[in-house]
């Protein structure tokens, strides 16, 4: 096996591929470089002058990088599989991802993970898949699978299985839950990375927390954080995802700290990568805030190869996997050419791989489990005239607790006119007929019902309405297609959707076909009121994530987050 | 398991020990912080203000660093047992090293690995054992074992062996022979780094040497080779050993390289680490030579253990194992306290721990197997008057040829009042009576014989001396006593032994003791004309190491390294 790179790299065969005359941003040394870099099969034989390739392309002018690598990121927030989500991150120079799919295996179990490492295996990206820690992550809702600690013993030892996804139950950790340690010991026992999720933990609680083997985290916001973290011998992601944006950290990087920072973008929509770019557009961001382009390049190599113990990535030299990416400088970072493994994987921005033989395993497929709904089944009954609402902002996906007056009519809320509309979480699981009911204020949206089978992070359909039976409609609409974003227009007497046929969370269409479609149902949810400031849909999936505060909806009802309890509607 | 530390850092329960008010070296962030450093049971904890511990040290104005960590060292060169080192060194703040056991493989194969690896158990010094990849170092040579390819493939998944050792054979890895491949791929395999050895290769041969798998390489000597080898992946060594020190490194470290530099020490005699130290040393060397002292620190720490993938070790933080020094400041690096995995270790240049118990088992006891000689057996009978003869460096371990006249009588050479002495090489492992001769030019001993049984790498006895005599006597001496370092004065009529009784390597008398008795032989051989810029004895190891040019002796003659091949010592 050996013998061909050695006999490539002394001249003795000539190489498969060679690179010639690049800028090479070298990783280890930091600095810019200039030669030929050759490969032979998967991996680069040698950076030099001299080699001659079966295939060379002229990079004069060009920079060559490591192919880059996203520290934390769950494909499912792509609304696609693995494999079009490869299709569209490759091109744009990411080679290697930290996998957490937290989303689909809250839906699906260990069925969702495994049909995620499948799916992985089949395109030319590397896809290190953690195994996720909190499913489900509060014990407030109805999530599709639970896994526990004894189940976490086993299934890591799954030689596809990277590490322990973000351990979010922090409050687990810092309890010493028995569960929750179980988990923990699992992971450590066979020397897998465990992954943090530590927003604003600090001081000696964050020393507890590190004490149960976390290594990383991707939540800093401040700079004092960021800093506090990496004392403590925390890896820190710098994350650019769709809302997230930590860049403010930018300004704490420094030359003695910075291989402790990796890059991740966390969550990020397919319409976001298409137009926007994925590590390249992060390069460009902290770039922008400053950080020097070979630090900022390191960021989204090495030092995440390093924190996830990959051998022999994120460099450019002999022996490391020849994961490459050519660009057009290091301001805009244009990926021209990619190499995964020493093959042509995208050029000009297109992927050179196929993903038109799609896997579809029946155990992803048909996760919408709920009866047929009727109007009735949106009314809402308070005992009084004061309810607790739901505020959101303007950015962000923190929720806020606004105790309003509220007329009722028939038995029902009478919402007509006001700034008030219906949140309405069913669960679609177990078909428990749960329906959690709420109000929220200034969503916008009028005339209908919106909503998606995407829900943080138990994944039960969400809807937003002002009538009872455009709610129904919408939601026997995500039951017939298997999940999906649905938008019915009373008016038009109309119902749009954009299936999620898997685990009612990614669409099986190619990538381009769901950024157009999904973009019309945003447009119609504009035409229809919601704020322009808030992304419809995308910023409904939160409203369930019983983990940040103020005040979520889950489908067992309306919970407080601070206070770590159900709260009734009625305010009084 | 986790819990103690979880509720130690929360100060649900109290620390065992708590280093107080110190000034922290983060090699994390690149800072000194000050706080106390909070211990349970092997752990740190956290880094704070307000922790408790049952004991409790006053660091005010003191600077705690993580235990020193030695990235290659062969333990046999300090003629000590792993016990009686880690007596040595774990005063001067090592606390981890990364072991070679070459010496003692080479004499008695893997009974010589295992003894090391469990006499290493019995000290608190984390002994990271690598497997030696090259026994015999040449093919010229009679070692005591061989270890080949299929070997090394079964004993490489030993969980007590951390990576392959040194490969010197970097002919075989560039020739691709199969049987070094076989050993590069079993360390593959199992994922275990394979360290290098590649003085002066550079360019596509280097590429060709590290495409085996290669990931570092301790044998730089200067500032290019050293770029070359950081550019191209490597981790370099900056060794500072009683023969070899790379301190010229020290200029090439920048800020953007140095986290691929670590530290190492390579041979390191036992009165040098008790007269001069260990790493302690070599930090203060480099920060003498202008290295920063936080990227010092961390050179000697978490960059070697991070190539070595060593986790939770090389670093102050919450769940790093407890592995500190306090020192006096970062100028001297005076150890006051050692700490190992929580435990006192050392205080005030003295072992806290006990190493009177010894670890003796028969399979590396009386490893000298010779027959009884006399006289006759070292005349050396020349065709004609002239000898290929040896010279050598005042320093270093370089040798040369030179071309000489020699008289010869009564059927030996005739070397009285000249400055060349007889050169000897007794095999002595498997009693194949095999006696390489030779002549070596200004050594500058005279009136006996001197030799002792370390003679890299296959240890076979050395002897210089111009006398038959004394040179059967020192032979028969090192036989009874089953090796050790030997002078005969035929003056005296007397012989000097300083025993080595562990594999004809070590001694197992306590390191003190060695230290002075063999202070006493070095004397006396200075006594008796060893020029001053040698090192008696030391300087004979290497007479033999057939890796090295120009020319060497081994047990079955002259070997002339350039031409890689036996030469006679008749020269014409």
């Not at 953690?130 to 489900?136: A, I």
């Not at 809807?463 to 995500?478: F, P, S, V």
Request: charged fraction near 25%; aromatic fraction near 6%.
């Amino acid at each position: 096996m050996l013998e061909k790179y050695i006999e490539a790299a002394l001249h003795k065969t000539d190489c498969d591929v060679v690179l010639k005359n690049a800028n090479i941003v070298n990783v280890f040394s930091g600095t810019i470089t200039k030669g030929d870099v050759a490969i032979k099969d998967d991996r680069i034989v040698g950076v030099g002058e001299n080699y001659k390739g079966t295939t060379e392309y002229d990079c004069t002018g060009k920079y060559v990088m490591p192919g880059l690598i996203d520290g934390h990121v769950h494909i499912e927030s792509s609304m696609l599989t693995p494999e079009g989500f490869a299709s569209l991150i490759v091109p744009h120079g990411t080679t290697t991802i930290v996998a957490d799919p937290h989303e689909i295996v809250n839906v699906a179990g260990f069925d969702g993970l495994h049909y995620m490492i499948e799916a992985g295996k089949r395109v030319p990206l590397d896809i290190k898949m953690q195994l996720p820690s909190c499913v489900p992550a509060t014990p407030f809702e109805t999530s599709g699978a639970i896994i526990n600690g004894e189940m976490t013993e086993s299934e890591i030892k799954n030689v596809d299985v990277n590490g322990l996804g973000e351990f979010m139950n922090f409050p687990g950790v810092l309890g010493c839950d028995p569960d929750v340690i179980k988990k923990l010991e699992a992971a450590h026992n066979v020397n897998k990375v465990i992954d943090g999720h530590a927003p604003m933990i600090n001081g000696d609680t964050l020393n507890g927390y590190i004490c149960g083997g976390i290594v990383n985290d991707h939540e800093c916001v401040t700079v004092e954080e960021m800093k506090e973290k990496i004392e403590k011998g925390m890896y820190v992601h710098l994350r650019v995802g769709s809302y997230t944006k930590s860049l403010e950290l930018a300004k704490a990087v420094t030359p003695e700290n910075s291989r402790r920072v990796i890059m991740c973008t966390d969550d990020r929509h397919a319409a976001d990568i298409y137009y926007h770019g994925h590590l390249d557009n992060a390069l460009r961001k902290v770039v922008e805030a400053g950080v020097d382009p070979i630090t900022a390049v390191r960021m989204a190599t090495l030092n995440c190869a390093e924190c996830y113990h990959m051998r022999w990535r994120g460099g450019i030299a002999p022996f490391y996997y020849a994961d490459l990416v050519v660009v057009d400088d290091l301001t805009n970072f244009n990926a021209e050419l990619v190499f995964k493994d020493g093959k042509l994987a995208a050029k000009g921005g297109k992927a050179a791989f196929d993903v038109s033989d799609k896997y579809l395993p029946e155990t992803i497929l048909n996760s919408v489990h709920v009866r047929e709904v009727t109007a009735d089944d949106f009314k809402i009954t308070l005992k009084g005239t004061k309810a607790n609402v739901m505020t959101t902002e303007s950015t962000g996906v923190m929720t806020g607790l606004e105790v309003m007056d509220i007329k009722s009519k028939d038995g029902d809320v009478d919402i007509k006119g006001t700034n008030v509309a219906k949140l309405i979480v069913v669960e679609r699981h177990h078909m428990t007929g749960n329906i959690g009911k709420g109000l929220i204020k200034d969503y916008g949206f009028k005339g209908g019902a919106i909503g998606l089978s995407v829900g943080h992070d138990s994944h039960n359909i969400t809807l937003i309405g002002d009538d009872n039976e455009c709610l129904a409609k919408a939601t026997n609409a995500l039951r017939e297609h298997g999940g999906g974003m649905v938008l019915v227009s009373k008016e038009e007497n109309k119902t749009y959707i954009v299936p999620l046929d898997i685990a009612g969370l990614m669409s099986s269409t190619d990538p381009l076909t769901l950024v157009e479609e999904s973009q019309k149902l945003i447009d119609k949810a504009y035409e229809m009121g919601v704020e322009k400031t808030k992304e419809p849909f995308f910023s409904m999936e939160f409203l369930s994530l019983a983990v940040i505060p103020h005040i979520r909806l889950v489908d067992k009802g309306l919970v407080d987050v601070i206070k770590w309890s159900f709260i009734p509607l009625d305010a009084e």
